[in-house]
């Protein structure tokens, strides 16, 4: 079956850096669209950004674009977030998700498009 497993969350402070990563298994992982979302408390589940199954084409919320990067690796079966000065409004459980179908090319930043979610890796930045 398809799994996908975040690692790489922690406690940082305001400023600094983190890099989340997901693996997959259970699919041939090059052929799909990945994606990131977080959901802060009481808040709703947002789009963080996403990328497409060759890794050359991105997307980004507004709220995290110059600051976050997504990269893949496709020989590791991974997804990548690399997180750059970071604020206290980005702590957040943060989900890697996927399309059930291959090469998915709707919309990416609606949650309810993704078929597969990880368990999520918190992310708690202190001021």
């Known amino acids: 079956q398809v799994q996908l497993v975040e690692s790489g969350g922690g406690l940082v402070q305001v400023g600094g850096s983190l890099k989340l990563s997901c693996l997959v298994s259970?699919?041939?992982?090059?052929?799909?669209?990945m994606a990131w979302f977080r959901q802060a408390p009481g808040k709703e589940r947002e789009f963080v950004g996403a990328i497409r199954w060759s890794g050359g084409t991105t997307y980004y919320a507004d709220s995290v674009k110059g600051r976050f990067t997504i990269s893949r690796d496709n020989a590791k079966n991974t997804v990548y977030l690399q997180m750059n000065s970071l604020k206290a409004e980005d702590t957040a459980v943060y989900y890697c998700a996927s399309p059930a179908l291959p090469y998915y090319s709707g919309s990416y930043s609606r949650a309810d498009n993704y078929g597969y979610w990880g368990q999520g890796t918190r992310v708690t930045v202190a001021s």
């Open positions: 259970g699919r041939t992982f090059s052929s799909y669209l």
